[in-house]
């Protein structure tokens, strides 16, 4: 995922392929709003040359983007991309503020595990109970839920991935990754 060579120590591989996964998340999230593009693209199309909608164009949407959230949010952790406001951090003493960033990520493994239980729950209660939509697709409950879940099981994994980095006093983030240009 890095210009970085591959880890040579157990734990540095395991951060490696936790890195792996949340890229292929990114990519699995970038296929996603590729999707909802074709989609929205095809319902235009649809109501201006044939006169008639495409009922689940937007159903699958909404679905695609809350995949494509959680998918990416792994990689956007890993790469610093995510906002944050470093007021605090940047106005403290150094060991302060590393402490503060340890806690703060602790926090956020709290809150990412409980998110990707209670999504995982909801896609297996959805799954034995054969939940479907309630649109024209009937499409089966679990399937956008699963890959909510997913993407945020990705996010726990980077989320300790990060602790463990912060432990080892290696950089939590690589600024490497990120495409585009920071707004400051």
């Known amino acids: ?17 936790i890195d ?7 990519w699995a999230s970038a296929a996603c709003v590729c999707s909802i593009l074709v989609l929205i693209v095809a319902e235009v199309a649809a109501r201006n040359l044939l006169n008639l909608s ?3 164009a937007w159903e699958f949407s909404a679905f695609f983007m809350g995949a494509a959230f959680l998918l990416g949010a792994g990689y956007t952790l890993r790469a610093g991309a995510q906002i944050r406001v470093n007021v605090l951090l ?26 990707a239980f209670g999504l995982s ?31 945020a099981l990705l996010l726990t994994l980077q989320i ?11 950089p939590a983030e690589d600024s490497r990754l990120r495409q585009g240009q920071d707004i400051e």
């Open 1 to 17: 995922m890095t210009g970085a060579p591959p880890a040579t120590d157990p734990f540095g591989r395991l951060l490696d392929r």
């Open 20 to 26: 792996a996964l949340s890229l292929a998340g990114a």
């Open 54 to 56: 495409l009922d689940f």
């Open 90 to 115: 940047e106005n403290v003493p150094r060991p302060l503020a590393r402490a503060l960033d340890i806690v703060a990520t602790i926090c956020g493994i709290a809150i990412c595990a409980y998110l």
């Open 121 to 151: 729950q909801m896609a297996w209660l959805s799954w034995e109970r054969n939940s479907r939509t309630d649109k024209a697709s009937e499409l089966p409950l679990w399937i956008p839920q699963a890959a909510m879940a997913l993407g």
């Open 160 to 170: 300790l991935a990060r602790l463990g980095r912060l432990a080892r006093r290696e």
